[in-house]
Nanobody
Framework: QVQLVESGGGLVQTGGSLRLACAAS????????MGWFRQAPGKEREFVSA????????NVADSVKGRFTISRDSTKNTLYLQMNSLQPEDTAVYYC?????????????????WGQGTQVTVSS
C-alpha cells in the first residue's frame, strides 16, 4: 500500500523560502513519477513540478520556474520541493502525488496516489 506523507509547510513572508518533503513508502518507486501539485481556495488543483524517480528528469510549471526546485533522495524514498522567492499567490495546500510509468504528465488525473497535503501560506 503506497503512502505519501508531506511535511514542511507553514507561514512565511513574501520573498521567503520553504522546503517541502514527501516521505514515500509501500513499494519501490523506480519507474514511477513523483510530483507536487497545489490547490488554492476556490481554484482547481494545479501542477507544480514532477520528477521521474529513476532518471531524474524534471518538469516545472512556468508559474514557479526559476523559484522552485524539485529533487529526490532515492536512499530515503523522499521527494523534496525547495521553494524560494515565495509570493502570496503561492499560498495553497501542496500535495505530493505519484503515478505509474516514467512519463511526466502535468495532469492530476493521471496520478494514482496522493498525500494528505501541507498548507503553505505566504503573507504580503
Amino acid at each position: 500500500q503506497v503512502q505519501l506523507v508531506e511535511s514542511g509547510g507553514g507561514l512565511v513572508q513574501t520573498g521567503g523560502s520553504l522546503r517541502l518533503a514527501c516521505a514515500a513508502s509501500g513499494r519501490t518507486f523506480s519507474g514511477y513519477v513523483m510530483g507536487w501539485f497545489r490547490q488554492a481556495p476556490g481554484k482547481e488543483r494545479e501542477f507544480v513540478s514532477a520528477i521521474s524517480w529513476r532518471g531524474g528528469t524534471t518538469n516545472v510549471a512556468d508559474s514557479v520556474k526559476g523559484r522552485f526546485t524539485i529533487s529526490r533522495d532515492s536512499t530515503k524514498n523522499t521527494l523534496y520541493l525547495q521553494m524560494n522567492s515565495l509570493q502570496p499567490e503561492d499560498t495553497a495546500v501542496y500535495y505530493c502525488a505519484t503515478k505509474v510509468g516514467g512519463l511526466i504528465i502535468p495532469r492530476a488525473s493521471t496520478y494514482a496516489y496522493w498525500g494528505q497535503g501541507t498548507q503553505v501560506t505566504v503573507s504580503s
